[in-house]
């Protein structure tokens, strides 16, 4: 099946993808400056079809998250790759998303920026609460957040927040992000607020959570350290941060050194 992959209302390629939605083939590009960062090959220029899967599969819900294979289950769908199908694979993390060459969608009419989100599907994953599953079910991005931990978007004062939990015994991870938050305060370190959030799962038993709003909107995306070194090949003689730092001035970024070397200490501080 063909599909297209926008960039806000700007078509950037076109692909195809095989029936177990494992295969992925670029047939056209459209707009060159809107293709995500990182999948590029570097010597041709041109787009590397297996970095590009490798592009989306980061951006999906990992295959291992806790109560996934029975949320799939419950929705008869046969693996996260058909969501492809069942999806628009929006999130609120960046502006991408999909469409099959049959539609004609815009952006605005259904990015979850300034369009409500349905919440069944990630009340399952986080506490595994029973739902009525329906096709609106498939209208969320919590089938399109990264990492092992449980996570859920919510709505909250009208913004958007991110829920996210432990698979820890001792619940441990939550308390780790407000007391590094903490620790940014007297620092002086820039940072995204953390706060414990607690609820009550099925069996009547608190949870613990950490809650932080959304950094992200209409204006700006999140792009990860991993999508900037894939840009260039990393020289046997570099470390990876002299690799990192080498990618970030041939993109423009300026003045950020100080801003890692924070972040870098604060790991140290905090045995991450």
Known sequence: MEYTLLHKNIPVLKFIVKDDFHFFNIVEVYDEKHIPLGILNEKTKSIDNIKFSSWWKNRTIPSDRKNLDKALELLKVSSKEELLQKTHCLNVTDHYWVQKNNENLLWENI????NKFDNTIGEFLLLKKERTFS???FNCPDFFTEGLLPKKWIYKNNEIYLLKGTNST??????????????????????VKYDIS????????????????????????????????????RLNNESVYQHFVKCCNLLGIKNFEKDLQQMMCLDFIMAN
């Not at 308390?175 to 620790?183: K, L, P, R, V």
């Not at 038993?205 to 932080?212: K, V």
């Open 170 to 191: 001792f619940q441990q991870e939550p308390f780790n992000e407000a007391i590094t938050t903490y620790i940014c305060q007297k620092l002086k370190i820039p940072h």
């Open 135 to 137: 096709q609106d079910s």
């Open 198 to 233: 607690v609820l009550i799962n099925d069996d009547d038993e608190p949870e613990y959570y950490s809650l932080c709003k959304n950094f992200v909107n209409k204006e700006n995306e999140f792009i990860t350290a991993y999508d900037i070194v894939n840009t260039k090949k």
């Open 111 to 114: 990015n979850f920026f300034d």
